[in-house]
């Protein structure tokens, strides 16, 4: 779905497959700030920590990629193998 609730770098994204680069700055467009599913989606993260290659800039409902993450700095577990398989097919 292409709804441009998003902007990189200060551009309007509709491309739900966009891959961010560090240095990138992703922000949710001021249209977009009021509605439900973005305040609840908010909510629901709070007192969760941010990864260590995202900064967040919650005043301005924004974010910064760091760098690329690693797979160290992923926390939750993932068999890799599964996925390679799900792919294969």
Request: glycine share 6%; proline share 6%; hydrophobic share 35%.
């Given at each position: 779905?292409?709804?441009?609730?998003?902007?990189?770098n200060?551009k309007?994204v509709?491309?739900?497959?966009?891959?961010?680069?560090?240095?990138?700055?992703?922000?949710?467009?001021e249209?977009?700030?009021e509605?439900?599913?973005?305040?609840?989606?908010?909510d629901?993260?709070?007192?969760?920590?941010?990864?260590?290659?995202?900064?967040?800039?919650?005043?301005?409902?924004a974010?910064?990629?760091?760098h690329v993450p690693?797979?160290?700095?992923?926390?939750?577990?993932?068999?890799?193998?599964?996925?390679?398989e799900?792919?294969?097919?």
């Amino acid at each position: 779905m292409r709804h441009r609730h998003f902007a990189v770098n200060g551009k309007n994204v509709d491309i739900p497959s966009y891959q961010v680069r560090p240095g990138d700055e992703v922000q949710v467009r001021e249209k977009s700030r009021e509605m439900t599913v973005i305040k609840h989606s908010l909510d629901s993260r709070k007192g969760q920590g941010v990864p260590d290659w995202l900064e967040l800039r919650s005043e301005r409902l924004a974010g910064r990629v760091l760098h690329v993450p690693t797979r160290a700095s992923i926390g939750v577990p993932i068999n890799e193998q599964l996925i390679v398989e799900l792919y294969s097919k």
